[in-house]
């Protein structure tokens, strides 16, 4: 499975922006969906995951209710809407496709294919 991920940029606080992974070389339909993001100098960390078609939703804390993960498998490609943006959002946003077990939505290790990363920049 490749992965491109799209959509970052620069946007005031307060602002929104949507990320696009769009799947290549196989349909992603059987599998569930994550995003994760990287500032200079930390870990990936989680944002969001979605499992395999109908199933659960999860957030990190820090963007529950103001970021939605949302997926399209006649597209198949999946997104990540983020609203009421902040400063501290600013980093490298990486898409990612695989089936970890529940214990292991959150963790990198749970997905065996990754998109490139995306920049979103949020200035205050």
């Known amino acids: 499975v490749q992965l491109q991920a799209s959509g970052g940029g620069l946007v005031q606080a307060g602002g929104s922006l949507r990320l696009s992974c769009a799947a290549s070389?196989?349909?992603?339909?059987?599998?569930?969906m994550g995003w994760f993001r990287q500032a200079p100098g930390t870990e990936r960390e989680f944002v969001a995951a979605?499992?395999?078609?109908?199933?659960?939703?999860y957030y990190a804390d820090f963007v529950k209710g103001r970021f939605t993960i949302s997926r399209d498998d006649a597209k198949n490609a999946f997104y990540l809407q983020m609203n009421s943006l902040k400063p501290e959002d600013t980093s490298v946003y990486y898409c990612?496709?695989?089936?970890?077990?529940?214990?292991?939505?959150?963790?990198?290790?749970?997905?065996?294919?990754w998109g490139q990363g995306t920049l979103v920049t949020v200035s205050s």
């Open positions: 070389g196989r349909t992603i339909r059987s599998y569930g």
């Open positions: 990612a496709v695989g089936n970890p077990i529940i214990s292991y939505v959150g963790s990198r290790s749970g997905y065996p294919y």
């Open positions: 979605i499992r395999r078609s109908g199933g659960s939703i």
